[in-house]
């Protein structure tokens, strides 16, 4: 016999469903300050970038080979491609290469990864539209509102019981996105977004394999497909998010529905978005950039080096624990690895993370140097790094925020160079350059085609 038992729950939330549907395909049109707006294009040029350099990875060639087996109908491009999909696929297709090398943007209150289940879903159905930038950056903006204020809500306790935040918040701001490029009215949003919630995606167990990138993918189809059923009169609960059965109290014992409601539509959560200059988790970054700055410092020679020793709060090695991973996407949540290379190449990119780096004798001797040690008066945002030499030299930083973070934001000069980094192996060096003029402009476009054409191979 099946046993109920009680839970407690909030009987008397606000209707967030309701508020947020209404604020998707009602705020105005460019509602917000030019740094909004400014950060708006940097986390879309960003996504772009993110999403073409990973486009021949083995991770999405398998997805896209199974995507072909369903015959799809060619409505949308696939990102550093010559491949067209149906509109679902081509969000899902997207999402996963521009999370494939870690190396996307981070909203570091929740560390959702905002743009990868927004942005896919956009493009793809904007395409089939035939909208212009203006409406894609607004929609953009809308969406990761949406995803983040929820995010926002039910942090940490959510992400703490195991949820891969980007995958099981994304799905909401992609339909709420979706909701209002397809001019939807505010109860066919509501119902957008209450089908979105039935379909949670990301488990942090997939931390390190092809799955991980498939949570922000697949929350961006889930998205797509929900606006699209609600507009042909598919219905849900209105009270999808808030109810006690819903999805934010399943989620979570923690919900702060103030965090979804205040100021909603006049503080904006894209405002603090962030960019990774290190292609991995982005806990481990502290640590890196005191490697790097100590080798770039003290001139280190790896083989000079006796001992690295770093002391972070206990999350990093919860998340990026890994002693001896043996691919690159397990590298890529492992702090130990991202030390090593750290301190050999005084950088973390894509090349640091491949196959063959993770296993180069080099790597593996440095990596046997490094040890991580808990320390949780030390903030997430942190790390203290200290290397001792074999020629008796004992060097030591604390890194407060990394390189990235709100406080030590990424230039525009820099974010061009990583955008062009990954591309130009993908596209040649003329198309990335304009892909990225298009990208981090596309609010003045009228249309978008000529950003389709600068970044996919045709």
Not at 103 to 130: R, S
Not at 140 to 169: F, K, M, Q
Not at 274 to 300: M, N, W
Not at 327 to 343: I, R
Request: hydrophobic content about 45%.
């Amino acid at each position: 016999m099946a046993i109920n038992t009680v839970v407690k729950a909030d009987h008397h939330a606000p209707p967030v469903t309701e508020m947020l549907a209404k604020f998707a395909v009602s705020h105005p049109s460019r509602g917000w300050d030019d740094a909004v707006e400014r950060e708006a294009h940097r986390t879309f040029a960003n996504w772009v970038g993110c999403a073409i350099g990973p486009s021949g990875h083995e991770t999405l060639v398998a997805a896209l080979a199974a995507v072909k087996e369903l015959a799809p109908a060619p409505q949308a491009a696939v990102l550093g491609r010559r491949d067209r999909v149906d509109m679902a696929s081509a969000a899902l297709l997207n999402g996963i290469s521009s999370h494939t090398f870690d190396f996307d943007d981070t909203h570091l209150k929740t560390i959702i990864h905002p743009a990868g289940p927004v942005a896919p879903a956009l493009l793809a159905l904007g395409e089939h539209l035939k909208v212009s930038g203006r409406e894609l950056i607004d929609a953009l903006v809308i969406g990761i509102e949406v995803s983040c204020r929820v995010g926002n809500a039910i942090y940490p306790d959510h992400y703490d019981r195991g949820w891969h935040i980007t995958g099981s918040t994304g799905m909401l701001g992609s339909a709420a996105a979706c909701a209002r490029l397809l001019k939807l009215d505010a109860a066919e949003a509501q119902m957008a977004i209450g089908i979105a919630a039935s379909q949670p995606i990301g488990l942090r167990e997939q931390f390190g394999t092809m799955t991980k990138p498939f949570h922000p993918g697949g929350a961006a189809r889930v998205g797509l497909m929900s606006a699209l059923m609600a507009k042909h009169g598919y219905t849900a609960s209105r009270r999808a998010l808030e109810a006690p059965r819903g999805l934010m109290q399943v989620f979570s014992v923690k919900t702060d529905w103030a965090q979804v409601t205040e100021r909603l539509g006049e503080s904006w959560e894209i405002a603090l978005n962030t960019y990774k200059p290190f292609a991995c988790g982005i806990v481990i970054h502290p640590s890196i950039d005191g490697c790097v700055q100590l080798r770039e410092q003290h001139g280190l020679a790896p083989d000079n080096i006796k001992a690295v020793t770093i002391k972070v709060h206990s999350l990093v090695l919860e998340l990026t624990g890994k002693k001896t991973p043996s691919t690159g996407l397990e590298s890529k949540f492992s702090v130990y690895h991202s030390c090593a290379v750290g301190l050999i190449f005084g950088r973390a990119g894509e090349h640091e993370y491949t196959d063959a780096v993770v296993n180069s004798p080099a790597v593996l001797a440095l990596r046997a140097k490094v040890e991580a040690i808990v320390d949780d008066r030390i903030s997430e945002a942190a790390a203290d790094v200290r290397v001792q030499t074999h020629d008796g030299r004992d060097l030591h930083i604390v890194i407060e925020h990394a390189i990235g973070s709100t406080q030590r934001p990424m230039s525009e000069a820099q974010l061009k160079a990583k955008f062009v980094e990954q591309s130009a192996p993908v596209l040649g060096q003329a198309k990335a350059e304009e892909s990225w003029a298009l990208a981090y402009t596309l609010a003045d476009c009228a249309d978008l085609g000529p950003l389709l054409a600068a970044a996919t191979l045709r």
